[in-house]
Nanobody, 120 residues
Framework: QVQLVESGGGLVQAGGSLRLSCLAS????????MGWYRQAHGKQRELVAV???????DYADSVKDRFNISRDNAKNTVYLQMNSLKPEDTAVYYC??????????????WGQGTQVTVSS
């Protein structure tokens, strides 16, 4: 069974920083893309940042130049460094991974989410 476990969320003042981590564990054979999505109250879930196994990255326009996504392939872990946080960054942040296991081909997996709250 695959699990994605996020950590690092919390409450921070505007202009502050947080670092999210997500560890993928279980009978994993390979991980393709790993990324972060967020869902603010009353809004749809949206892509924040994504990185491929080869290191290609993509960001939502709203977080470019403020957030940085990275991953440690050896540890099956993806990180999201969030700087210059704004109140509009407040949301539940979800880790996502496209991975294969001993029993399945590449499928989409989600973490349980971690709350990020930015106060003004």
């Amino acid at each position: 069974q695959v699990q994605l476990v996020e950590s690092g969320g919390g409450l921070v003042q505007a202009g502050g920083s947080l670092r999210l981590s997500c560890l993928a564990s279980g009978s994993i054979l390979a991980i393709n893309a790993m990324g972060w999505y967020r869902q603010a109250h009353g809004k749809q879930r949206e892509l924040v940042a994504v990185t491929t196994r080869g290191g290609t990255t993509d960001y939502a326009d709203s977080v470019k130049d403020r957030f940085n996504i990275s991953r440690d392939n050896a540890k099956n872990t993806v990180y999201l460094q969030m700087n210059s946080l704004k109140p509009e960054d407040t949301a539940v942040y979800y880790c996502n991974a496209v991975l294969s296991t001993a029993r399945t081909s590449f499928l989409n997996y989600w973490g349980q989410g971690t709350q990020v709250t930015v106060s003004s």
